[in-house]
């Protein structure tokens, strides 16, 4: 580990070898950090599995058929429903370590300077993630993403003026024959921005590292790597359990059938982590009101470190913490009153809603300083 | 280690035509269900007999192939002889390479709505194979306060209580080779089998992988963690 860089020929011709020395092997970070650290590594760990993945699933998919070709896919690809399955129980796990991220950092209160960059990427990177788990689950073509977009594009034509266009440049129109080949490099394209989003992430993230020096200092490599493993098999271990025993984990069954242009299935539950945002966009009423809800939920959650009225010193408080917790099971508690319709999961999924906007626009202000003081 | 095992392979195999006699029906249980479950090939063969001589000539089943009968049990000559005996729209029999014939009968035969495809029947619902069964079996006469819409039936298990399918299984619809006696739940139960395999083909693989995947990452679990906890020990 503590070879003298001066004498190392290869790194004097190769100095790229002499950095990575510097950022891995250098005894520069403090020891104690939690495991949770390492989840931006896993969620590139995990988006760069999903793009491999999806890679194998794009060279066999047919946008002009996109339900039988799925099938297809799943009876006659060699190992064609592994790949599958490993798609769509890998974007379970990456959501999950999103959401997780999310919460740590609200929990924590991480999102205060010098860490606003790192919070705003997070919030730019769980809206790409979403956007693109969308058009991936439309990609399916089952009974139920089938009428989830013919409703997004149908909305999106009825919109007017720059959001109109938009629109129907982005669907090309009106649900058609050809709306999945387009869909299809947008998801594409969109999961490559996930990618570079999640490496600005990590590199945010390295500068917030607690950094220590002298005889406490600790170097990445051994010591953080073997937490990083340990974080890793773990996640793995998860992710086996998924796509071994529950491979539909969190899906709509309906959408295992063929899409049927004639028959509308009674509610249009996405994946699990769709719900939420899905749930919100639901509240809204107007030709607006879906892609409002949308932004809104999502603005709120990126202006955190301006609601929070702490200043970068305020210790983080107990009551603050209850809070971020009953945030958390809000979410959840949208994300399941949306998964059964009825007349009193539709007055949930309104109070969860309003509890949404009221803990970040009223509580997090209030609470912050009243607890600064 | 073999001077244990083979004592207990000894009884397994002593006690093995016990398990063989096994009433699956009463409570229902399919050897798929649960986490280490299987295929059961047999009913999943009587299934597809059930499937071809009963539900076939109003239902496709596009997903699936002849060639993949040969995951069933059956050797590529048998498949090819099942395909063989499938005359195709054209009038050519069908081969290994073709997928399930379809019916191919206009929607104003069912009264305007075609069957669905049985791909996927079981994987549509929660718990799809228990619906899938008690559908089959939970036709009934329509109790007196019912008044039954026009060329509906009554059924216990379907939403709404009317679908437009007429009771299909009857009991003796089909001959089975192996002896089992064909009553309608047990053609049921079969069928139900089949249409599980179809929508689900690698269940059994998927499990064996599965277990085989998990015991390797607990123990990598556990070696990760203690590798990291040494490692922090000998920087303390």
Redesign the interface.
């Known amino acids: 580990m503590s070879t003298d860089a001066k004498t190392c020929p290869v790194e004097a011709q190769l100095p790229c070898l002499a950095h990575l020395r510097a950022e891995y092997c250098a005894p520069s970070l403090a020891?104690g950090a939690p495991y949770l650290a390492a989840l931006p590594a896993l969620i590139t760990g995990a988006l760069l599995f999903l793009a491999a993945s999806g890679l194998v699933l794009a060279v066999h998919y047919d946008p002009a058929h996109g339900f039988?070709s799925l099938?297809y896919i799943?009876?006659?690809v060699n190992n064609g429903?592994?790949v599958r399955?490993f798609h769509a129980t890998g974007t379970t796990l990456v959501f999950g370590a999103v959401f997780l991220l999310l919460f740590r950092s609200l929990y924590t209160r991480a999102y205060r300077a010098p860490g606003q960059l790192a919070w705003l990427i997070s919030v730019k990177l769980f809206a790409f993630l979403l956007l693109t788990a969308y058009l991936g689950y439309v990609l399916t073509d089952g009974a139920v993403s089938y009428w989830s977009l013919t409703d997004a594009a149908n909305a999106a034509q009825s919109l007017t003026g720059i959001p109109g266009l938009l629109g129907t440049w982005f669907f090309g129109g009106p649900a058609g024959p050809g709306t999945l080949a387009r869909l299809l490099v947008f998801h594409a394209i969109l999961a490559l921005g996930a990618v570079a989003l999640v490496f600005a992430l990590r590199s945010a993230a390295k500068v917030l590292a607690p950094k220590a020096t002298g005889a406490d200092a600790?170097s990445f490599h051994?010591?953080y790597t073997?937490?990083y493993?340990?974080a890793?098999?773990?996640f793995?271990?998860i992710f086996?359990?998924l796509?071994?025993?529950a491979?539909?984990f969190g899906q709509n069954?309906?959408n295992?059938?063929?899409a049927n242009p004639l028959i509308i299935p009674a509610a249009l539950t996405p994946p699990w982590y769709l719900r939420p945002v899905s749930a919100i966009a639901s509240v809204f009423p107007g030709a607006y009101g879906g892609i409002f809800g949308v932004i809104a939920a999502l603005a709120v959650l990126a202006a955190t470190p301006w609601l929070d009225r702490s200043g970068p010193h305020g210790r983080p408080g107990t009551l603050y913490r209850i809070l971020t917790v009953l945030l958390a099971l809000d979410v959840l508690g949208l994300g399941l009153a949306y998964s059964c319709p009825s007349a009193l999961s539709s007055i949930l999924v309104t109070v969860t809603t309003v509890w949404y906007f009221l803990h970040f626009l009223v509580l997090t202000p209030l609470v912050t300083s009243l607890e600064a003081e | 280690m073999r001077r244990i095992l083979t004592p207990l392979l000894a009884a397994g195999l002593l006690l093995a035509p016990a398990a063989h006699a096994e009433n699956t029906l009463t409570p229902l249980h399919f050897q798929s269900q649960g986490?280490l479950g299987s295929l059961d090939i047999a009913a999943a063969q009587r299934g597809f007999l059930v499937y071809q001589s009963v539900c076939s000539g109003c239902h496709s089943l596009?997903?699936?192939?002849y060639r993949?009968l040969e995951a069933l049990g059956f050797t590529p000559d048998q498949a090819a002889g099942i395909a063989s005996g499938i005359k195709l729209p054209d009038g050519t029999a069908a081969t290994l390479d073709d997928t399930f014939k379809a019916p191919n009968l206009p929607a104003a035969t069912f009264g305007g709505a075609l069957p669905?495809?049985l791909?996927?029947?079981t994987?549509?619902?929660?718990h799809?194979l228990h619906y899938l069964f008690a559908y089959l079996t939970g036709f009934a006469t329509a109790p007196a306060d019912v008044t039954l819409l026009p060329g509906h039936y009554y059924n216990t298990a379907y939403p709404g209580n009317q679908p437009a399918m007429p009771p299909a299984l009857k009991g003796n619809d089909v001959t089975y080779a192996d002896g089992t006696v064909a009553t309608t739940p047990q053609e049921a139960a079969d069928v139900t089998t089949f249409l599980s395999w179809a929508?689900d083909?690698?269940l059994t693989a998927?499990?064996q992988?599965?277990?085989r995947?998990?015991i390797f990452?607990?123990f990598?679990?556990i070696?990760?963690?203690a590798?990291?906890r040494k490692?922090?020990r000998e920087?303390?």
Request: aromatic content about 8%; overall charge neutral; charged content about 10%.
């Open positions: 020891p039988a099938q799943a009876h006659n429903w592994l399955g600790v051994p010591a073997a937490q493993f340990a890793f098999a773990v793995a271990l086996a359990l796509v071994f025993f491979p539909h069954p309906l295992a059938s063929a | 986490p596009n997903a699936l192939h993949d669905p495809d791909s996927d029947i994987a549509e619902r929660p799809g929508a083909p690698n998927r499990h992988i599965g277990l995947a998990v990452l607990v990598l679990t070696l990760a963690i590798t990291k490692i922090w920087k303390a």
